[in-house]
């Protein structure tokens, strides 16, 4: 599935707001008839796109032709969330636990362009991309990132493992590509927020070691706005063509 985040609190239910999941749970329950309840790859914060993103549910019967499911649950969502397909998978499979990293990306507009207003952010400021990806290199040196963390959080532990971290152009946008197997709350637009200190010259690229080594939140840079980071991909372990069960 994928969904504009625009007018949503994210994808994790919560009381009196709008949420994907909710969303999606009320349209599955409908067509299907049945009370369903979807869990999601992860949480996304209040405005944060995904171009991809996986769900599983529990179903005690036949879905039957998947198709067909799939054009009556795109008929029953609003235009800013898309089911691409249905897929049994086995009673195990779990869209959350069971991925092996996820990748997003954030996009920059250097120009005014509105067609891009609710896809990026507009900064109109020089930047040393090259310092900004020396920057990115030493990420691959730790896994405690408290730094770029919420505070006050429910996770456990604030590991993660970093598997790519990379500035690059395409036209007038500059967009940076992380990933890694979990991320914490507000993780990505806080590093995103901290490399543009550093390609404006503010902050050494060096310096990003101390703020890592604090585990200081207000040590690192702002929060970028939500509306130009998009989860592009969730990756899994190779699964059979054929599964079985009745999770989907």
């Known amino acids: 599935m994928a969904f504009k ?23 599955l329950s409908t067509v299907l008839r049945e009370n369903i309840h979807v869990v999601g ?11 991809v993103y996986w769900a599983h549910f529990d179903y005690p019967g036949e879905i039957g032709e998947k198709e ?5 649950l795109n008929r029953f969502l609003p235009d800013d969330i898309a089911i691409y397909g249905i897929y049994p998978v086995h009673d195990k499979a779990h869209a959350r636990f069971d991925a092996l990293s996820r990748t997003y990306q954030y996009h920059i507009t250097r120009i005014k362009d509105p067609f891009k207003r609710e896809y990026s952010y507009f900064f109109f400021w020089d930047l040393d991309m090259k310092r900004m990806n020396e920057a990115c290199r030493i990420l691959y040196e730790y896994q405690d990132f408290s730094s770029f963390s919420k505070a006050q959080t429910q996770t456990k532990t604030n590991l993660c493992r970093i598997y790519k971290a990379v ?4 036209d007038h946008m500059l967009i940076f590509t992380i990933q890694a197997d979990r991320f914490l709350r507000n993780m990505v637009r806080a590093v995103v927020g901290t490399m543009l200190d550093i390609g404006q010259g503010r902050v050494g690229a060096g310096d990003l070691r101390k703020i890592i080594d604090s585990r200081n939140r207000s040590a690192a840079g702002y929060s970028v706005p939500a509306n130009g980071l998009f989860l ?9 063509d054929r599964q079985t069960g009745g999770k989907n």
């Open 167 to 170: 500035w690059h152009w395409e």
């Open 68 to 72: 067909k499911i799939c054009f009556r």
């Open 5 to 27: 985040g625009t007018n949503y609190h994210g994808w994790q239910l919560q009381p009196n707001a709008v949420t994907v999941q909710g969303t999606v749970n009320k349209a």
């Open 232 to 240: 592009t991909a969730v990756s899994y372990p190779e699964m059979p």
């Open 41 to 51: 790859a992860g949480r996304t914060d209040t405005g944060v796109h995904a171009a």
